[in-house]
Every structure is written in structure tokens, then in C-alpha cells.
């Protein structure tokens, strides 16, 4: 089963920026949709962006569009989340997920996503 592996998490001031990184373990990565997820103390995880398996097509969350850019590297089997201007709200563990099924659309349905990456913490100060 491939693994994926988020890193690039840390402790930032309002408004700086950080880029996340998650790596997959498998040759398959290219052929699927991906996505970042969070999940802040005390509250469901929540969609934040996802990427066909293209790169061609991104989808992201009100709250974040104009901050975030997801993007991804097939030849380094590594997509990222570049977030810019970072709020308190956006406190949260990161997790990267893969889209079940190979070449489908992407989507906001965390159902939709099989395999979960252990999570990295961002942490925003005011």
C-alpha cells in the first residue's frame, strides 16, 4: 500500500508563510487526484485543497482561496501546500490524502480519499 508522508509543518507569526510537503512511497502517485485535509483541536477534519492527478484542475476552501496553492512534482512523486499569510484559524494538523481510484475527479468528500498521511502540525501565533 503506498505510503504518504507529510512534512514542512511548524510554529509561524501571523502572516508568514509556510510549504508543506507530502511524499508517496508509490510509482502510482501520478495516476491519482490528491488533497489536504485539516483538523484543528476540537473540531472535524475539514477539506482545504486538492489537485487532479494532472495538476490541471485545483479546487480549494473559501477560507484559504488567494493564501493556498497546492501544486505537485510527478517526477518527485510530491505534492505541496504553499500557504502564505497564515492566521490563528488555520492552527491545525495537516494530513495529504489520496483520492480513491485511479484518474477520477477531484472532490471535497473526505470519503473519497483512502490512503492518510500521519499528519503534520501548523501552528499559527497571533
Known amino acids: 500500500q503506498e505510503q504518504l508522508v507529510e512534512s514542512g509543518g511548524g510554529l509561524v507569526q501571523a502572516g508568514g508563510s509556510l510549504r508543506l510537503s507530502c511524499a508517496a512511497s508509490?510509482?502510482?502517485?501520478?495516476?491519482?487526484?490528491m488533497g489536504w485535509f485539516r483538523q484543528a483541536p476540537g473540531k472535524e477534519r475539514e477539506f482545504v485543497a486538492a489537485?487532479?492527478?494532472?495538476?490541471?484542475?485545483?479546487d480549494y476552501r473559501d477560507s484559504v482561496k488567494g493564501r493556498f496553492t497546492i501544486s505537485r512534482d510527478n517526477a518527485k512523486f510530491t505534492i505541496y501546500l504553499q500557504m502564505n499569510s497564515l492566521e490563528p484559524e488555520d492552527t491545525a494538523v495537516y494530513y495529504c490524502?489520496?483520492?480513491?481510484?485511479?484518474?477520477?475527479?477531484?472532490?471535497?468528500?473526505?470519503?473519497?480519499?483512502?490512503?492518510w498521511g500521519q499528519g503534520t502540525q501548523v501552528t499559527v501565533s497571533s
Open positions: 490524502a489520496r483520492r480513491r481510484g485511479s484518474y477520477q475527479h477531484i472532490t471535497r468528500f473526505e470519503d473519497d480519499y483512502a490512503n
Open positions: 508509490g510509482r502510482t502517485f501520478n495516476n491519482y487526484a
Open positions: 489537485i487532479s492527478w494532472s495538476g490541471g484542475g485545483t
